[in-house]
């Protein structure tokens, strides 16, 4: 019985071993010397050191003077990191009917300048709930509400949009976007908001 046994035990343990162990930390290592950024969160920090956030993780901006992300269902606040993830309610669900028609009073009322069709993406959660980017459309629709906040010219928050206009990964994957921290940033640096 033993010698069908022992087999097994030692290609389990070498499997454990080379697999749970020897495999992550090959991978581990490779990523932070190849990639360190990345690998570590794509972390984005002040002068100082201290982190503001990350590239990948939507965060909540309320504030007029800001560009603010895409709804989020993530944790019952939203932005929750922790609890990634969509509100899959269908497209006849009442509660997402109620959120989007909230959604949509919400940015007229805070953009009250802004007269076209509100885009999608301002109203509507991405399947993580996190999602940091906004369509460069969606940027453009709070540019007014962003300027006359900061005290700047529209001209300048659209030259701001374009520039942070991210192309599809490879020319091919994905759409046009803009990271909202990104710009947020870009604009504090440029034109530091009035507090």
Known sequence: MWRQILPGLRIKLFMT??????????????????????????LI???DGSVIGSA?????????????????AAGNDGYDPTSSSGSNYGPTNKKLVDRVKASVDKFRKENPDFT???????????????DPH?????????????AKAR??????VETM???AVESPDFGI?????????????????????HR
């Open 56 to 72: 990948l993780i939507g965060q909540n901006f309320a504030r007029p003077e800001y560009f603010q992300p895409r709804p989020s």
């Open 161 to 163: 949009i374009a520039q």
């Open 116 to 130: 076209g069709p509100i885009p999608a993406d301002l109203v509507t959660a991405s399947a993580s709930g996190l």
């Open 17 to 42: 071993l080379a697999l749970g162990i020897g495999y992550p930390l090959l991978v581990t290592g490779v990523s932070q010397i190849a990639f360190p950024y990345r690998a570590n969160g794509s």
């Open 134 to 146: 906004i369509s460069p459309a969606s940027a453009r629709a709070q540019a007014a509400r962003v």
């Open 173 to 193: 994957l994905g759409e046009p976007r803009v990271n909202v921290l990104a710009l947020n940033l870009a604009l504090d640096r440029a034109y530091p908001a």
């Open 45 to 47: 920090q002040r002068a």
């Open 151 to 156: 005290g700047i010219p529209a001209t300048a």
